[in-house]
């Protein structure tokens, strides 16, 4: 093997990529928060809702956390026309990841639910705290502490799934990376640059997001 | 859309086109079963050499830990095409399905010794001291101390990790093996109803990872710890089911 590497062609592009992995952040925080929204009221739903209501959130949980987000994604993308429904790709996949999220947060958030005692809330009463009180210092300080940690890891989690965006032409970074690669024919170099963006994208997420943990709710999140 | 999927219906299910799907689904499952296995054994590996604290392994663990967060934080997408170009600039007789084989065995390492370490770091520091203070060798406190009571505590999430894993070799598709998911763009191709098509192949994978990930949940119910539940919270291993644990109760 006589192969040359030749990093510069890749990092003449470097803004282009970088821009690239704005819009990698753009669609996991899109589908990070509408999925928290759907899996919010998803858990309220499992916990509180009536048989009927609670039986339709299971059943989205299971086959959503059962199928791949891809083949979600391509059935989105290529079967929805046949109904009149044409989506760009850049809402199929944010469609698709949100609907894959949302079963995921639904049970994390259930978990962070159930995690609060009777007996804390029943605490609470005899110190006489109010309603809005007993939500702000003692429920949410709690389910926050236990769910923070993997809320966390499944905003990592979406940073490198939104990476099969790609597939379906979303420009993000692995698409700029797959446009580059075409034009400069240089994809072992292209590709080992993007992974040390996804590296320092997801490191500098992790510290982030363990400092905010930290100061915020005092749990002590490691990231390594 | 329906009177579509019911015209192309009895040309969609045929004999062939059954065994196709089946043999896809054969090699999904196989890339997924040797996947794990082959990462389990180097993970485990991986595992044990961090667990050391010889100063002279010092330059091992570092590797090892640097393998390890370096492949737990790049997208499968992107290691795929690394590693498929970079097998191909060597050598050009290597089949699509080993190089998919070879880059699912490094991810999955990196997760599985993440679980597994977390595992071995559940049991107490005291009794590793302990088994220490009795002469007990590296191997000998590896295999009688810790893993009796480490394994109870990394099955359950190595299941959540196969059933993740049947669903990431999904992008395996897009390099042209022949697995569940390039199935559906196959018969696509051909000209069917996506719904239809799309549909089977959701089903397929659906048949595959739900029986496993019930298994998981057995598991995590049957053999669930007070010490497995912190433990596994710490790491992460990609979206794993979350069990419900009073907070207060740590103290």
């Not at chain 1, 923070?148 to 032409?169: C, D, E, Q, R, T």
């Not at chain 2, 604290?53 to 095409?81: D, G, K, S």
């Not at chain 2, 060798?137 to 999430?157: C, E, N, S, Y």
Request: charged content about 10%; aromatic content about 14%; overall charge positive.
């Amino acid at each position: 093997m006589n192969y040359t590497f030749q990093f510069g062609v890749v990092f003449a592009q470097l803004p282009y990529l970088l821009g690239g992995a704005l819009l990698t952040l753009e669609v996991a925080f899109l589908s990070f928060w509408l999925g928290a929204v759907i899996g919010l009221f998803g858990a309220l739903g499992k916990m509180y809702g009536g048989r009927a209501i609670r039986w339709l959130i299971n059943a989205y949980v299971v086959f959503f956390t059962n199928t791949p987000a891809l083949v979600q994604i391509f059935f989105l993308f290529y079967a929805l026309p046949d109904v009149g429904v044409l989506l760009t790709p850049m809402t199929a996949v944010v469609i698709g990841m949100t609907l894959n999220s949302g079963a995921y947060l639904t049970d994390i958030l259930r978990a962070g639910i159930l995690s609060v005692r009777r007996e804390e809330i029943e605490t609470a009463q005899v110190l006489g705290m109010s309603g809005p009180q007993m939500v702000r210092f003692v429920i949410l300080p709690h389910i926050a502490k236990t769910i923070y940690a993997p809320l966390s890891n499944f905003f990592i989690w979406l940073v490198l799934g939104s990476s099969m965006a790609a597939i379906f032409g979303v420009e993000e970074l692995t698409g700029r990376a797959i446009n580059i690669s075409t034009q400069n024919l240089r994809t072992i170099e292209t590709f080992a640059v993007i992974a040390v963006i996804y590296i320092a994208l997801t490191f500098i997420a992790s510290i982030a997001l363990a400092l905010v943990g930290r100061w915020a709710f005092r749990v002590r999140a490691r990231i390594f | 859309m329906w009177d579509r999927i019911v015209q192309e219906a009895p040309d969609f299910f045929t004999y062939y086109n059954a065994i196709f799907v089946l043999q896809a689904m054969g090699r999904t499952l196989g890339l997924t079963v040797i996947g794990c296995v082959t990462g389990f054994i180097f993970g485990f590996a991986i595992a044990a050499i961090r667990s050391t604290r010889a100063r002279a392994l010092l330059p091992l663990r570092l590797l090892v830990t640097l393998y390890v967060e370096i492949f737990r934080r790049i997208p499968f997408l992107v290691i795929l095409f690394i590693v498929m170009f970079g097998i191909q600039a060597v050598s050009r007789g290597i089949s699509l399905f080993a190089i998919a084989l070879i880059s699912i065995c490094m991810v999955s390492t990196a997760f599985m010794s993440e679980i597994i370490r977390a595992g071995m770091e559940s049991v107490p520091k005291m009794q590793r001291e302990a088994a220490e203070a009795m002469n007990f060798g590296f191997m000998r406190t590896l295999l009688l101390i810790i893993l009796p009571q480490a394994w109870k505590v990394i099955l359950p999430p190595g299941f959540a990790f196969m059933v993740m894993f049947i669903k990431d070799t999904a992008l395996v598709s897009q390099m042209g093996v022949v697995e569940l998911a390039f199935t559906g763009k196959m018969f696509v191709g051909r000209g069917f109803s996506p719904f239809l098509v799309y549909g089977t192949v959701l089903a397929g994978y659906f048949v595959m990872s739900y029986p496993l990930s019930r298994l998981g949940a057995y598991l995590e119910n049957r053999l669930a710890t007070s010490r497995s539940r912190e433990s596994i919270q710490r790491v992460w291993t990609g979206p794993g089911p979350v069990q419900s644990e009073p907070v207060g109760e740590q103290g």
